[in-house]
């Protein structure tokens, strides 16, 4: 990986931006995470860049738990928690094998279909919730395996928070807890067994740092103007967004 000196201004504008994204996806702005996926990626490659972003997301969790931790359903979090872990244990054997640009074509058109679905759902105005078992499950897994791969879970976690109905402060406070013991978990794997975050990397984060802090903040006070009718339009649109643009990616 490069040292901090030997990036290019472009190279610092997509970094610092992807970074304030970051903090903006963690303050509450859920499904525009996937930008910073591929901004990241065009800096760095796939892969690499997952260990640039990880430290910055472990960080960001620390700061949404602080501030929403009192909005967390904890059912939802020990339903999804277990299959996460699973599927981050499949992630990081099936990684250095997997084709990555299949996958995430894959993944985008998945996540693009349900969006479609979700928004269905939210045009006729129904409040069903999904009771099956195998709904948390299989999107647990799904978004174990997705964020060693390539930090995609939030789209995955989105739909299941989306489908439980739950209210803006609900959904935020719970993906917090969710994702602070996730990429946490994901820290020591990344660091021994992938060797992708480094001391160069490290160095990045630092420097990236106070762009994801602004982000956070900026990111608390547009998700204060939000009501929750409106919170789930907006996810959806992101998500929606952010898969379009996981797709396209070369």
């Not at 960001?60 to 904890?74: E, G, K, Q, S």
Request: proline letters at 3%; a positive charge.
């Amino acid at each position: 990986m490069q040292i901090c000196s030997a990036y290019s201004p472009t190279q610092w504008l997509l970094v610092l931006l992807a970074a304030m994204i970051i903090g903006l996806s963690k303050a509450g702005l859920k499904g525009i995470d996937m930008m910073n996926v591929t901004l990241m990626a065009i800096v760095f490659g796939a892969k690499t860049s997952t260990g640039v972003v990880l430290p910055l997301l472990c960080v960001a969790d620390v700061m949404a738990v602080i501030y929403y931790h009192r909005h967390a359903r904890w059912q939802h979090v020990w339903k999804l928690l277990p299959w996460m872990v699973a599927g981050i244990l499949i992630g990081v054997y099936t990684g250095h094998d997997i084709n990555e640009q299949a996958f995430r074509k894959i993944m985008a058109v998945i996540i693009v279909l349900t969006v479609f679905i979700m928004a269905w759902m939210e045009w006729k105005k129904t409040t069903v919730v999904p009771e099956n078992r195998f709904f948390a499950s299989g999107l647990g897994l799904v978004s174990g395996v997705t964020t060693m791969l390539g930090n995609l879970a939030g789209a995955f976690s989105n739909i299941y928070f989306l489908a439980m109905r739950m209210p803006k402060n609900d959904f935020i406070g719970t993906a917090a807890w969710v994702f602070l013991v996730i990429n946490w978990f994901k820290l020591p794997l990344q660091v021994w067994y992938w060797k992708n975050i480094s001391t160069a990397s490290i160095q990045t984060d630092i420097v990236l740092l106070p762009a994801m802090i602004l982000g956070f903040i900026a990111g608390l006070k547009i998700v204060a103007r939000i009501k929750d009718d409106g919170y789930r339009k907006i996810i959806l649109l992101l998500t929606l967004a952010g898969a379009v643009m996981i797709f396209l990616k070369r």
